[in-house]
């Protein structure tokens, strides 16, 4: 049973900084054998995939380019939020898969992967 956490969020204001973490509980795997990546939603959109690690590369969505910068550390992944702005409010989830699943477009589809944590909100104000 592959389980995550998400901490980390909390509200800031536009141009601020924020840094989520999601510890991982792999039962037996490591972390090489997982795709992680980070993704959000706002009500009433589709979760959007916002940064990938892959064992040893980094994927970034066009949107937080510069911005945002994904690592791992064991288990635990981070993102790190800088320069935010009212556009990144959103739940942000953290999501593995086994590496197999996550290449090439299907690194940011939802639909691959199969462990989600619980969420975290992120409140950005002007």
């Known amino acids: 049973q592959v389980r995550l956490m998400e901490s980390g969020g909390g509200s800031v204001q536009s141009g601020g900084s924020l840094r989520l973490s999601c510890t991982a509980s792999?039962?037996?795997?490591?972390?090489?054998?997982?795709?992680m990546t980070w993704f959000r939603q706002t009500p009433g959109n589709a979760r959007e995939g916002v940064a990938n690690?892959?064992?040893?590369i980094t994927r970034y969505a066009d949107f937080v380019k510069g911005r945002f910068t994904i690592s791992r550390d064991k288990n635990t992944v981070y993102l790190q939020m800088n320069n935010l702005t009212t556009e990144d409010t959103a739940v942000y989830y953290c999501?593995?898969?086994?590496?197999?699943?996550?290449?090439?477009?299907?690194?940011?589809?939802?639909?691959?992967?199969?462990?989600w944590g619980q969420g975290t909100q992120v409140t950005v104000s002007a």
């Open positions: 690690f892959d064992r040893t």
């Open positions: 792999l039962s037996g795997y490591t972390s090489n054998d997982f795709c």
């Open positions: 999501a593995a898969t086994p590496v197999p699943n996550c290449s090439g477009g299907a690194r940011f589809a939802p639909s691959k992967y199969q462990f």
